[in-house]
């Protein structure tokens, strides 16, 4: 049937119509796609070139370089070394298993340092690099090198650690650095992203952690452009981090080796200051440990050998531990009894060898008894009975008042751990602590150093040095930080009548130089050099035994204490011996030693010595000598 020219007409007119809905559609489509496209392309290509890049380009964390410390004489404690390791990228490395069984036919891996690596891998998130291989070897970099394409994810870096070139000397004062642990992150609210870099060091123990903030320093950052399995091309660009502070403490590297090598195997501590501005020049405890095996993974057995030693060599004893001060607390009592007024210093005391007390009798250490004696004398012959019958009259509340006032009872502050403020009782406290009352016999026992009192070998050098000079000197073991010094605290007069500190120092100084002082044998005689101390024995036991009849640690300790020279100190010097028996006999020659050390800087003359001492000295300086000079090559060669 033949269309009519009306329907032909219609049917154009509606495929125009038609034509021109679907050109406008498609028109209007095109428009928002170039729109769209424009947004994108324009607008938002700031945008997309970053997530472009971010498939592309990865930041990496720079560990910054950690802040040396130094001696007073700028020797070198703690420095960075640096060292090779392993790590490797859980997202990169696909099949861990097999990755590592890959990596260890070129590198001599530790099995359970691969197992704490890959536990660790599956529970950190998936960019994080971790450690497989600390300390290897450059031929062993070099062979991972060379084989990277075969071993996705693995990377091979080069960092710095921690190393102690003294290796024992300063272990007890530095500490040591380790990796940062679950543990050390609790202790922050918002972590730092440096302190999760694989095995990144922070400080342990010691100054290392007191000054974790400033050694640390800020990390730096690099672009790495990677392509598309993760592996890195080449490096864009880098900004290094911001180095830790050093930092510079008032230790003597020399005094200190010295005093350690003095000290050889006791279990024993001894303290040096400088009495003017309270530095410490040197602080040891004696057996010590080498902070490095720490640093680079400390084995089991080193590990045990240490917590089984019974000389304790990784307790800090100069200011973790507390002993009882024997008869070097004297001084206090001395003091105590002068500020009351309850005596003078020609005020006398008769010594029959014991006092009578109700029911119980305290002995002096001399049975037969010392006769009438007056201050200077019972220092002298560290008479006990004199201070009984001096501490009942003066109380046990005037006692405490004046130990805490030559820095008793109370933690010194200087940046060590663990540090103890020992024990100056009283009423209050034994009421509040023990439940009881204070009962005379406590004063009797408080009155030379024993009973509840408990002083640790720092407060002893801190309260020779005030004795020594009259003013509250503080101690001072950090002398810079990052080059700027810190501050001299204390120094202001102590409370206390001038004439009455004479009195007593009269009293050690016949201690050392006369011919009945407890200590004579260890004087100085060389001229402005003569020293004054104090011997002191503390009990560790309540029968009366002798120390050589008994085991090693049920021997009374051996304290003492001196300043030196006796006209203008310079030096005081606090030692104990741990079990060592008499003061007189074990701690004093030792206090004498090094505190010629310290006065002459170095070695000192044998005619320093009295002339019944020099054999013995000249073979004792030849000894040292031959052992450190032995330990030094050693030590070297651990290096």
């Given at each position: 049937?033949?269309?009519?020219?009306?329907?032909?007409?219609?049917?154009?007119?509606r495929?125009?119509?038609?034509?021109?809905?679907?050109?406008?559609a498609?028109?209007?489509?095109?428009?928002a796609?170039?729109?769209?496209?424009?947004?994108m392309?324009?607008?938002q290509a700031?945008?997309?070139?970053?997530?472009?890049?971010?498939?592309?380009?990865?930041?990496?964390?720079?560990?910054?370089?950690?802040?040396?410390?130094f001696?007073?004489?700028?020797?070198?404690?703690?420095?960075?070394?640096?060292?090779?390791?392993?790590?490797m990228r859980?997202?990169d490395?696909?099949d861990?298993?097999?990755?590592?069984?890959?990596?260890?036919?070129?590198?001599d891996l530790?099995?359970?340092?691969?197992?704490?690596?890959?536990?660790?891998?599956?529970?950190?998130?998936?960019?994080?690099?971790?450690?497989?291989?600390?300390r290897?070897?450059?031929?062993?970099i070099?062979?991972?090198?060379v084989?990277?394409p075969?071993l996705?994810g693995?990377?091979?870096?080069v960092?710095?650690?921690?190393?102690?070139?003294q290796?024992?000397?300063?272990?007890?004062?530095?500490?040591?650095?380790?990796?940062?642990?679950e543990?050390?992150?609790?202790?922050?609210e918002?972590?730092?992203?440096?302190?999760?870099?694989?095995?990144?060091?922070?400080?342990k123990?010691?100054?290392?952690t007191?000054?974790?903030?400033q050694?640390r320093g800020?990390?730096?950052a690099?672009?790495?452009?990677?392509?598309?399995?993760?592996?890195?091309?080449?490096?864009?660009?880098?900004?290094?981090?911001?180095?830790?502070?050093?930092?510079?403490l008032t230790?003597?590297?020399?005094?200190?080796?010295?005093?350690?090598?003095?000290?050889?195997?006791?279990?024993?501590?001894a303290?040096?200051?400088d009495v003017?501005?309270?530095?410490?020049?040197?602080?040891?405890?004696?057996?010590?440990?080498?902070?490095?095996?720490?640093?680079r993974?400390?084995?089991?057995?080193?590990?045990?050998v240490l917590?089984e030693?019974?000389h304790?060599?990784?307790?800090?004893?100069t200011?973790?531990?507390?002993?009882?001060?024997?008869s070097?607390f004297?001084?206090?009592?001395?003091?105590?009894?002068?500020?009351?007024?309850?005596?003078?210093?020609?005020?006398?005391?008769?010594?029959?060898?014991h006092?009578?007390?109700?029911?119980?009798?305290?002995h002096?250490?001399?049975?037969s008894?010392?006769g009438?004696?007056n201050?200077?004398q019972?220092?002298r012959?560290s008479?006990?009975?004199?201070?009984?019958?001096l501490?009942m009259?003066?109380?046990?509340?005037?006692?405490?008042a004046?130990g805490?006032?030559?820095?008793?009872?109370s933690?010194?502050?200087?940046?060590?751990?663990?540090?103890?403020?020992?024990?100056?009782?009283?009423?209050?406290?034994?009421r509040?602590e023990?439940?009881?009352?204070?009962?005379?016999?406590?004063?009797?026992?408080?009155?030379?150093?024993?009973?509840?009192?408990?002083?640790?070998?720092?407060q002893?050098?801190?309260?020779?040095?005030?004795?020594?000079?009259?003013?509250?000197?503080?101690?001072?073991l950090?002398?810079?930080?990052?080059?700027?010094?810190?501050?001299?605290?204390?120094?202001?007069?102590?409370?206390?009548?001038?004439?009455?500190l004479?009195?007593?120092?009269?009293?050690?100084?016949?201690?050392?130089?006369?011919?009945?002082?407890?200590?004579?044998?260890?004087?100085?005689?060389?001229d402005?050099?003569?020293?004054?101390?104090?011997?002191?024995?503390?009990?560790?036991?309540?029968?009366?035994?002798r120390?050589?009849?008994?085991?090693?640690?049920?021997r009374?300790?051996?304290?003492?204490?001196?300043?030196?020279?006796v006209?203008?100190p310079?030096?005081a010097?606090?030692?104990?011996?741990?079990?060592g028996?008499?003061?007189?006999?074990?701690?004093?020659p030792?206090?004498?030693?090094?505190?010629?050390q310290a006065?002459y800087n170095?070695?000192?003359p044998?005619?320093?010595?009295?002339?019944?001492?020099?054999?013995?000295?000249?073979q004792l300086?030849?000894?040292?000598?031959?052992?450190?000079?032995?330990?030094?090559?050693?030590?070297?060669?651990?290096?």
């Amino acid at each position: 049937m033949r269309r009519t020219p009306k329907d032909t007409a219609d049917s154009a007119r509606r495929i125009t119509r038609r034509g021109l809905l679907l050109g406008t559609a498609q028109l209007a489509f095109a428009g928002a796609l170039g729109l769209r496209m424009r947004y994108m392309q324009v607008d938002q290509a700031d945008e997309f070139r970053l997530l472009a890049e971010e498939n592309r380009i990865n930041i990496h964390l720079i560990p910054p370089s950690r802040g040396r410390i130094f001696d007073r004489n700028g020797q070198t404690i703690a420095e960075n070394e640096p060292t090779y390791r392993i790590t490797m990228r859980r997202e990169d490395a696909g099949d861990l298993e097999d990755t590592v069984a890959r990596l260890a036919q070129l590198v001599d891996l530790d099995e359970a340092s691969v197992a704490r690596a890959l536990e660790e891998m599956r529970t950190s998130p998936p960019f994080l690099q971790v450690t497989v291989a600390d300390r290897v070897s450059w031929e062993e970099i070099s062979r991972v090198a060379v084989n990277a394409p075969a071993l996705p994810g693995v990377t091979p870096e080069v960092g710095l650690s921690r190393f102690y070139p003294q290796h024992e000397t300063f272990a007890h004062v530095v500490g040591y650095v380790g990796p940062v642990s679950e543990r050390d992150l609790e202790k922050y609210e918002d972590p730092e992203p440096v302190l999760r870099i694989p095995r990144f060091q922070i400080g342990k123990v010691g100054i290392e952690t007191k000054f974790e903030e400033q050694l640390r320093g800020g990390a730096g950052a690099k672009r790495v452009e990677v392509n598309a399995v993760g592996r890195v091309m080449r490096e864009l660009d880098r900004r290094e981090g911001t180095a830790g502070d050093d930092l510079q403490l008032t230790l003597d590297s020399e005094l200190q080796d010295y005093i350690k090598a003095r000290l050889g195997h006791e279990s024993a501590s001894a303290v040096v200051m400088d009495v003017e501005s309270g530095d410490i020049l040197a602080i040891a405890s004696s057996p010590s440990y080498d902070p490095n095996k720490f640093v680079r993974g400390i084995s089991v057995a080193d590990y045990s050998v240490l917590r089984e030693n019974n000389h304790r060599p990784l307790a800090s004893k100069t200011v973790q531990d507390a002993y009882p001060p024997g008869s070097t607390f004297k001084i206090i009592t001395a003091l105590a009894g002068l500020e009351a007024g309850v005596i003078g210093p020609d005020d006398t005391a008769y010594c029959p060898g014991h006092l009578e007390l109700g029911s119980r009798r305290f002995h002096c250490w001399k049975r037969s008894g010392h006769g009438r004696v007056n201050l200077e004398q019972s220092l002298r012959d560290s008479c006990d009975v004199y201070y009984y019958e001096l501490a009942m009259k003066v109380g046990i509340e005037n006692i405490a008042a004046m130990g805490r006032k030559m820095g008793l009872g109370s933690a010194p502050d200087v940046p060590m751990s663990a540090v103890t403020s020992g024990l100056m009782p009283d009423k209050d406290w034994k009421r509040r602590e023990r439940g009881a009352e204070w009962l005379v016999g406590d004063t009797v026992n408080a009155s030379i150093g024993q009973g509840f009192v408990l002083t640790s070998p720092l407060q002893q050098a801190i309260m020779t040095a005030r004795l020594a000079t009259g003013r509250k000197i503080e101690p001072r073991l950090v002398r810079s930080i990052g080059g700027q010094d810190t501050p001299i605290t204390g120094g202001e007069p102590l409370d206390i009548d001038p004439l009455h500190l004479r009195y007593v120092r009269k009293g050690m100084d016949s201690v050392v130089n006369s011919s009945r002082g407890t200590a004579r044998r260890s004087r100085i005689v060389a001229d402005g050099m003569q020293m004054a101390g104090k011997t002191g024995t503390s009990q560790v036991r309540n029968r009366v035994v002798r120390n050589s009849d008994v085991p090693w640690e049920e021997r009374d300790h051996a304290l003492f204490i001196s300043y030196a020279p006796v006209v203008n100190p310079r030096i005081a010097v606090a030692v104990v011996i741990e079990h060592g028996g008499g003061g007189s006999s074990a701690a004093a020659p030792v206090a004498r030693d090094i505190m010629l050390q310290a006065l002459y800087n170095g070695t000192p003359p044998l005619e320093a010595y009295p002339a019944s001492e020099r054999e013995g000295a000249r073979q004792l300086q030849e000894r040292i000598e031959a052992e450190r000079t032995a330990r030094a090559r050693a030590e070297g060669r651990r290096a």
